[in-house]
């Protein structure tokens, strides 16, 4: 007799291995998002419960001189892949100035924190925005998506976290459908173009190659896992975790760019 996997039981997995986190136990990190949702409505809910208990967790780990480093290490890995979406050429030193703005928020008593340790993920992301903003006034450029003085995604107002990474108009009740419909066919085109600046960006990252090639093979020339794995040198499985990963890598870049959800992060 099989046993069918829980929603969250698949999101810590997936979030385990997408960002190499161990810092909680499976059976705790399976357990407690059922105190914060007992029933997700799909995927994405579920994904946010298992975000939000692991958001605690680095919260208290990053205090914790026990854990400290573990903790900023994963911390470091949750961050990375956003800012290499973000800027490739920037990702490496933007990540590591984020890591120090975090750990000074602790350490510095005049310093903005994260009053909330569900937000500490948004708050880091915060933070990462903050030292791109400094990298990039620092080469000489503009860079208007937020400002150093602003509070971090750590704050909520009026009950609710702040969205600010981007500001579409989605289409709601009010909008007519033709203006629905115009809304659509535009979408199409900027979800076209963040497509294929992800797969550059990723492309350009020498150990998501065969990534992206397995996505090409898969989607674009509708190879079968054996053909790929045969081209590929690589087992059937192999292939199958190739995709996955970028996958993965694709959908994390892509929240980044496109007025859609953040991934649905805490």
């Not at 909680?24 to 208990?53: F, G, H, K």
């Not at 750590?154 to 203006?179: A, F, H, V």
Request: proline share 5%; with cysteine.
């Amino acid at each position: 007799m099989t046993t069918s996997i829980t929603p969250f039981q698949q999101q810590t997995r997936r979030l385990a291995a997408q960002y190499h986190w161990g810092l909680l136990t499976e059976s705790a990190w399976i357990a407690a998002p059922w105190q914060i949702n007992p029933e997700p409505e799909d995927e994405r809910a579920a994904r946010r419960a298992c975000l939000t208990v692991y958001s605690r967790v680095l919260y208290d780990a990053c205090q914790d001189r026990r854990r400290q480093d573990q903790a900023y290490r994963e911390l470091y890995d949750y961050l990375y892949p956003q800012a290499l979406a973000r800027d490739a050429g920037l990702a490496y030193e933007a990540t590591q100035d984020a890591i120090v703005l975090v750990f000074r928020s602790f350490a510095e008593p005049k310093l903005k924190k994260c009053r909330i340790p569900e937000a500490f993920l948004f708050f880091a992301q915060g933070k990462l925005r903050d030292a791109f903003t400094r990298l990039i006034q620092k080469h000489g450029g503009k860079d208007d998506t937020v400002s150093i003085e602003e509070p971090g995604d750590g704050d909520q107002e009026d009950g609710r976290y702040r969205y600010d990474l981007c500001d579409p108009r989605t289409p709601g009740s009010e909008i007519e459908n033709d203006e629905r419909e115009a809304w659509i066919k535009a979408m199409i085109l900027v979800v076209a173009e963040a497509v294929l600046h992800c797969l550059q960006t990723l492309w350009r990252e020498y150990r998501l190659r065969r990534q992206v090639e397995t996505l090409a093979l898969t989607f674009m020339d509708r190879m079968a896992d054996e053909r790929i794995a045969a081209r590929l040198r690589k087992t059937k499985g192999a292939v199958q975790l190739l995709r996955t990963h970028a996958l993965d890598n694709l959908r994390t870049c892509l929240d980044l760019r496109l007025p859609l959800s953040w991934g649905e992060e805490p």
